[in-house]
C-alpha cells in the first residue's frame, strides 16, 4: 500500500483550473520527485496534500486514510510535515524559537529536547546560530532552518518545495545531501523542484507536471535520460 495516494485531484483558484485529475502515489521510503516549469501546478499540489488547499474533485489518502478535507494542522500531527517554498521563517523569532514551533504537535517536552539536540547535530550551523534572529541568516542556513523546524515534528513524509531556490551551486550541493542523508534515515521525501538535474539524481521515481496535468512519469534514471525531458528542462 502506497504511503501517500493521489486520485484524480482537481483544484481551481477561482475560475482558474489550476490542478487537471493529478494522480500519482509515494511509496514508504522513496525519493519521489515533482518537476516542472514555473507556474505548472508543484506548488499547489503540495499545498493540498498539507491541508493548505481543498481540491473541489478527487481524494488523497495517506496512511490509508482519506484526508482530503482534514485541516491543517491535523495533518502535521499525522506525520507529514511541509518546507514550504521560499523557507518562510519566522524572521523575528530566534533559531531555536522557530525550531521548538516545528514541535509544536508534539507533547513531550524532554522528547522535544532531544529532537532538538538531533536537528543540531544534523545542522551544526543552526546550534552555532540557536540564540540569532532568523531574518539575519543568510538564504541556505534559512533553508537549513525551514528543514529542521519540519523534522521537528518526526514526520514520516516530508513535503520539500523548491529547496534549491535562489542558492549558490555550492549550497544547493549541501542542501541535496541533506535531503538524501534525512531520507537515508527513514523519513519518505516528495520533492518538488525546478532544477531537474538535481531532483532527478537523487529521486527513485519522477513524474513531470506540465499546466496543471502529469504528462510523464517513470523511475528517475530513465527521465533524466530522455531526450524530450533533456531538452525541456535540462538544458541539453
Not at 117 to 126: G, T, V
Not at 163 to 190: A, C
Request: glycine share 10%; proline share 3%; no cysteine.
Amino acid at each position: 500500500m502506497a504511503l501517500l495516494e493521489v486520485n484524480n485531484l482537481n483544484v481551481y483558484y477561482g475560475v482558474i483550473h489550476a490542478l487537471k485529475d493529478v494522480s500519482f502515489h509515494v511509496d514508504k521510503g522513496e525519493i519521489v520527485a515533482l518537476i516542472g516549469a514555473n507556474g505548472a501546478g508543484k506548488t499547489t499540489t503540495l499545498h493540498t496534500l498539507s491541508g493548505l488547499l481543498h481540491p473541489q474533485s478527487g481524494s488523497i489518502l495517506y496512511k490509508g486514510e482519506e484526508i482530503t478535507k482534514v485541516p491543517g494542522h491535523k495533518i502535521v500531527s499525522m506525520g507529514m510535515a511541509q518546507v514550504p517554498e521560499g523557507r518562510r521563517v519566522f524572521a523575528d523569532l530566534t533559531v531555536e524559537q522557530n525550531l521548538r514551533l516545528g514541535a509544536f504537535t508534539r507533547k513531550d517536552k524532554a522528547e522535544t529536547g532531544e529532537t532538538l539536540d538531533k536537528i543540531y547535530q544534523k545542522f551544526p550551523r543552526l546550534k552555532e546560530r540557536q540564540k540569532q534572529v532568523s531574518g539575519t541568516l543568510s538564504g541556505g542556513e534559512q533553508q537549513m532552518l525551514a528543514m529542521g523546524r519540519a523534522l521537528m515534528s518526526h514526520p514520516d513524509i516530508l513535503l520539500m518545495d523548491e529547496p534549491s531556490m535562489g542558492l549558490s551551486p555550492i549550497m544547493v550541493n549541501e542542501i541535496f545531501s541533506i535531503i538524501d542523508e534525512v531520507h537515508k534515515e527513514g523519513t519518505t521525501v516528495l520533492l518538488v523542484e525546478q532544477n531537474a538535474k538535481k531532483a532527478l539524481g537523487i529521486a527513485d521515481r519522477a513524474y513531470v507536471l506540465e499546466t496543471g496535468r502529469i504528462t510523464m512519469e517513470g523511475k528517475a534514471a530513465d527521465l533524466l535520460n530522455n531526450t524530450a525531458i533533456q531538452k525541456a528542462y535540462l538544458g541539453e
